[in-house]
């Protein structure tokens, strides 16, 4: 299935439906990880919350995967959120689906993306990110902030300097994707993302984490911008859930922080990565999400 975002953009999705239901269904749009298409984590999620009663779609964002867009494999936070909102018009106006019972579940750095909806789209009445990463801040500052300001504006040289010599030859230059193996020095982090994306568990030939990834340059507006300015203002139900032993766990505990509201909640999965919560069913919490977005939509009503 297709629809069309703000910027004229085809957005490719799959649709998953309770096997049987009466009425009108509560719905929900998944996307995440950050390189990855929806015939991965994002279209297993819709496929397990679809099992509990909603009607759920996977999508892929713009310039990747089977949506529309060029130059191919870029991205945009401002386009990113249109994906999502453009998401929920989609689902508002479908015959089976609730317009007052509409939500959204956001992966690794679609978690990020997810929050910055919320904050804009007031027909969301519950969001839940999962595994979070604030890709502007780890863009710009790298992991655990380490970039001081000569290193960030080395990271601005180098971007410019692709820019250019993209532009002289005609095509954009692929940044690389993860490496086939890791070393044996490599960060444990980096040993996940191979285990996960290069190999049969969740190899798939769409897939930026899996292949070349993004363009070199398409990192641009997330090293000149922050995510979060207005995420205080949200005032719908929000879950965050992070593994206990994921590199990126500080990401949510400090968006967590900026959250106002008994209906904020940050859970922390003992002993779990980060890619765990990409596809192990026996850690991602699913009766969890369950209730988090039956209880948030029977409150809204």
Not at 54 to 62: G, K, V
Not at 107 to 117: D, F, P, R, S
Not at 199 to 217: I, Q
Not at 265 to 270: A, Q, R, S, V
Request: proline residues 4%; negative net charge; glycine residues 8%.
């Amino acid at each position: 299935m297709i629809f069309v975002n703000h910027f004229g953009i085809t957005i490719a999705a799959d649709l998953y439906e309770p096997k049987n239901y009466e009425g009108k269904l509560p719905a929900i749009a998944v996307s995440g990880p950050y390189s990855a298409v929806k015939e991965q984590v994002s279209g297993l999620y819709a496929q397990e919350m679809a099992k509990k009663g909603f009607l759920a779609i996977a999508f892929d964002p713009s310039y990747y995967g089977e949506s529309g867009g060029y130059p191919r494999y870029f991205n945009s936070p401002d386009v990113n959120v249109e994906d999502f909102q453009s998401a929920v018009d989609f689902l508002s106006v479908q015959e089976n689906v609730d317009p007052e019972q509409i939500g959204i579940i956001g992966i690794c750095g679609w978690g990020g993306y997810a929050l910055q909806t919320a904050a804009l789209d007031t027909r969301i009445k519950a969001t839940a990110t999962m595994t979070m990463y604030d890709m502007s801040r780890v863009m710009a500052f790298g992991y655990n902030d380490s970039l001081d300001e000569e290193a960030r504006y080395q990271a601005r040289v180098s971007y410019n300097n692709q820019r250019t010599e993209d532009y002289k030859n005609g095509e954009y230059t692929l940044g690389g994707g993860h490496p086939e193996q890791a070393t044996d020095d490599a960060p444990q982090f980096l040993k996940d993302y191979i285990d996960y994306y290069k190999t049969e568990r969740g190899y798939h030939p769409r897939s930026l984490g899996s292949n070349e990834g993004f363009a070199a340059t398409g990192i641009g507006s997330l090293m000149n911008m922050r995510l979060f300015d207005y995420v205080p203002e949200i005032r719908s139900d929000v879950l965050m859930v992070h593994g206990g032993d994921a590199h990126s766990l500080y990401f949510s505990q400090d968006a967590f922080k900026l959250l106002k509201g008994d209906n904020k909640e940050l859970e922390i999965i003992p002993g779990a990565n980060h890619t765990d919560l990409y596809d192990q069913l026996d850690v991602i919490p699913f009766d969890k999400l369950e209730t988090f977005f039956t209880d948030a939509f029977a409150a809204e009503s």
